[in-house]
């Protein structure tokens, strides 16, 4: 089993839309949680945290269910602009300054 | 504004060739490392240093070296390329003990073994 593992997509979503997706980790000493960005041919970028208590970002929403062991992302609104890669990254403290990665997520946006 | 910069953008190798790539970060980051991405594989760690001459096996180490005589840079070393190692890969690099944990990456070298 993969330590995080996320559903590739694509999923196609029209302008407006609001499109969710998850992200499963197998470590339950799994400390901290982020989604990163990428964009065709570029590098990942850090897009948010994912605090225990759900936090968000302006259109964005990151939730954490320990419990199950799954964080998940929320988009509102969709923008053409927010169609890209988002990758699950987990840390876990005892691997160092080590994070591990999900295969990402594929986000179309359709107008 | 933080940058992390690799040697080159695209490069093609013969296979038996040794092959260096370099990375560079202008943050005064202590942890750096080296990343391969394949479709469907995602992100995978192949070796990673947390301090000057320091360095740790990622999750694919075989194949691979690194080096890193000073903290601006960290470079990976193709002892002898194969076709496998055709990938794209990236370096990135964080500052020690940050909270938000926020790796910076480098635009990515695409290097094709033939």
């Known amino acids: 089993r993969k330590e995080v593992e996320q559903d590739p997509g694509p999923f196609n979503v029209p302008e407006g839309a609001t499109v969710a997706f998850n992200c499963t980790y197998s470590n339950s000493a799994s400390q901290s949680f982020f989604w990163y960005r990428q964009d065709c041919r570029k590098e990942p970028k850090l897009l948010m945290s994912v605090y225990s208590s759900g936090n968000e970002d302006g259109r964005f929403t990151a939730q954490l269910n320990r419990a199950s062991q799954y964080i998940s992302l929320l988009i509102r609104d969709s923008k053409l602009s927010d169609s890209a890669t988002y990758l699950c990254?987990?840390?876990?403290?005892?691997?160092?300054?080590?994070?591990?990665f999900g295969g990402g997520t594929r986000v179309l946006v359709k107008p | 504004d933080v940058k992390v910069t690799q040697s080159s953008r695209y490069l093609v190798k013969r296979t038996g060739e040794k092959v260096f790539l370099e990375c560079v970060q202008d943050m005064d980051h202590e942890n750096m490392f080296w990343y391969r991405q394949d479709p469907g594989l995602g992100l995978r760690l192949i070796y990673f240093s947390y301090d000057v001459k320091m360095k740790e096996k990622g999750d694919i180490p075989e194949g691979y070296s690194v080096s890193r005589e000073k903290k601006e840079r960290f470079s990976l070393i193709l002892e002898s390329a194969s076709t496998n190692q055709t990938s794209m890969y990236l370096c990135?690099?964080?500052?020690?003990?940050?909270?938000?944990?926020?790796?910076?990456f480098g635009p990515g070298t695409r290097l094709t073994v033939t």
């Open positions: 990254v987990v840390h876990l403290k005892a691997a160092g300054n080590k994070l591990t």
């Open positions: 990135a690099s964080i500052s020690g003990g940050g909270p938000s944990y926020e790796q910076y």
